[in-house]
């Protein structure tokens, strides 16, 4: 008896078709431009701003001046649950820029280098896996399809435009605090899974590195969860480049699980409920433009998400969700999914329909022209007075602030926003053909609106949003080589009042009954938290501490700063 005949298994089809007029490449120096006008802006000229971006920076300069150990970084003699790994990256940093290096700006070039370094990953990640047969677009009857390196390289043009345009990493991509180093490791885990066919030992290498050093970053159980999937993910794929990558997956993903320990970095913080009206909001706004083109390529590639080109970028963005919705709507757990958001929208370029891309761009003209119009009106208002109102608003919300003229700043903002109207007349034409073409817009919209704050309105910003004014408004109330005992008080305060007021601080729950003579208390002044702002008060004057000032930060009406000696 013949044995029976199995009929070939036919692929499913593409939604991809692309011409090859439609993966003409961006011009280098166009898209190097972009990336600088991303990146560059936001590292000189400002102070570490307050929140988890100061209280690391804080703990750096701990580490670095020799105030706290290096294995056990502290802030004001208090131990301070963090990983180390990023906080040695920025003590090494002040460390090397000492005496001729601004201490904040040290220890920011480290982590604006791991920005670019998330940029190139991504883009060199798409770009492998856009080279994948199962990627690649439909062939024509007659020829005139795109080649598969142009398409690959359009592809990952339009990566690393999404990533830039997304409006979640503006902020925190630019700060210097353990979830950018988080962020790198993510992206290197990502590349080394798209090249494992095309680069043999640079992806274990980089497997071995990335997954270790995302849990000594602080993140062993995101480590594990991305480690244990994409081992999953090798293990059912054909792919022979894939394959071989499980012995090194299963070593670096114990490897994550063991250097977490030593390094800190167990601290996952799950919430006792959902807020799910914030959490929708947050999804909304963090992740736009990139979360609707990524569903969809979830849509239009729904017959193919077992497919590498898919399955790896949807890896990293369901561990991303799934962390943020544990961590009750965390805007840095959802960072590290940025990533494989990006590589995933990019695959809709090929299958984008003409009033979706329409939508993009004019939304995208409307909103950053009226966001830039708006920056460049209260900049008039600050330097010239003019309109009244304008600037009554700023000296409503910044009490005390005094605007500065800079001609540089001024310079960059007026090439910044020439350029962009030449984006969007260039826009505007006939150029409708590349797969890029949807997302330049947002991507250079955001790059203009960073860029003319980040000149503009730096001044403004540092002034309320940094902690030296509040810093130098209290240490005049203290004498030089004193130290302030400051029981209870915010983590940031404390390293203000140690890096802008160079004074030596004890933060410890006994610092009031230790030998410092100035004594300080955060004290609400407004809402349900008045009550225990009194009774601190009446305690420190029970304990013989005599107040000699209050001072607030001009731009916080909730809190103020008591300032206290002793009474003898």
């Known amino acids: 008896m013949p044995p029976p005949i199995i009929a070939p298994v036919t692929p499913k089809p593409n939604p991809a078709l692309v011409t090859q007029d439609a993966v003409r490449r961006l011009p280098r120096l166009a898209l190097l431009l972009f990336c600088a006008a991303y990146v560059l802006p936001g590292l000189f000229g400002r102070d570490p701003w307050r929140g988890a971006e100061l209280i690391a920076f804080g703990q750096m300069l701990s580490i670095a001046e020799g105030r706290a150990p ?52 991504v883009w060199y990640a798409c770009f492998h896996l856009a080279r994948s047969e199962a990627a690649q677009p439909l062939p024509f009857a007659f020829g005139g399809e795109a080649p598969p390196v142009d398409y690959a390289r359009a592809i990952a043009d ?32 990502q590349w080394a899974l798209a090249a494992a066919p095309h680069r043999g030992w640079q992806a274990r290498m980089g497997v071995l590195l990335a997954l270790p050093l995302l849990a000594a970053c602080g993140a062993p159980v995101i480590a594990l969860a991305l480690g244990g999937g994409a081992l999953l993910l090798c293990w059912r794929h054909a ?28 601290a996952w913080r799950l919430a006792d409920g959902i807020d799910l009206p914030s959490l929708a909001r947050l999804l909304l706004w963090f992740l736009w433009p990139a979360w609707p083109l990524a569903l969809w390529t979830v849509w239009q590639w729904r017959r193919h998400l077992a497919q590498r080109h898919l399955a790896i ?14 961590m ?62 304008a600037l009554a608003t700023v000296l409503r919300l910044a009490p005390g602030f005094m605007p500065q003229q800079s001609w540089l700043a001024l310079g960059l903002a007026l090439a910044a926003t020439a350029a962009w109207l030449g984006l969007v007349r260039w826009r505007t034409g006939r150029h409708r053909a590349v797969l890029w073409k949807s997302v330049v817009l947002p991507a250079g919209g955001v790059a203009l609106c960073w860029l003319l704050l980040m000149t503009l309105w730096l001044p403004l910003l540092d002034y309320s949003r940094s902690n030296r004014p509040l810093a130098e408004r209290l240490v005049r109330h203290v004498p030089a080589g004193q130290c302030i005992a400051t029981p209870q008080a915010p983590l940031s305060l404390v390293a203000a009042l140690e890096f802008h007021g160079r004074r030596r601080v004890d933060a410890t729950p006994t610092a009031a009954n230790g030998r410092c003579a100035r004594l300080m208390l955060v004290l609400p002044l407004r809402g349900a938290e008045m009550p225990r702002g009194t009774a601190l008060a009446e305690q420190a004057r029970r304990a013989g501490w005599q107040e000699i000032a209050r001072e607030r930060r001009p731009t916080d009406r909730n809190e103020a700063v008591a300032v206290y000696r002793r009474a003898d």
């Open 70 to 121: 290096w294995l056990a970084p502290a802030l004001g003699g208090v131990p301070v649950d963090a990983a180390l790994l990023p906080h040695w990256i920025g003590a090494l940093a002040i460390r090397i820029g000492q005496g001729w290096l601004d201490p904040a700006l040290a220890a920011r070039v480290p982590f604006t280098g791991l920005l670019v370094l998330t940029l190139v990953a």
């Open 158 to 189: 339009g990566a690393l435009l999404l990533l830039i345009a997304t409006l979640g990493l503006l902020q925190l991509g630019h700060q210097t605090t353990p979830e950018l180093a988080q962020l790198a490791a993510v992206a290197g885990l």
């Open 239 to 266: 792919e022979p480049g894939l394959r071989a990558l499980r012995p090194w997956l299963a070593t670096a993903t114990a490897a994550a699980a063991l250097l977490a320990w030593p390094a800190g970095a167990w």
């Open 313 to 326: 970028p949807l890896l990293g963005g369901i561990v991303a969700l799934t962390a943020c919705v544990a």
């Open 328 to 389: 009750d709507g965390s805007d840095r757990a959802l960072m590290l999914g940025l990533p494989g958001i990006a590589v995933l929208a990019a695959f809709a370029l090929p299958t984008l329909q003409r009033s979706g891309a329409a939508a993009i761009d004019w939304l995208s003209v409307f909103f950053f022209t009226v966001c830039g119009a708006i920056v460049w009106v209260f900049y008039a208002a600050m330097q010239t007075g003019t309109p009244a109102k």
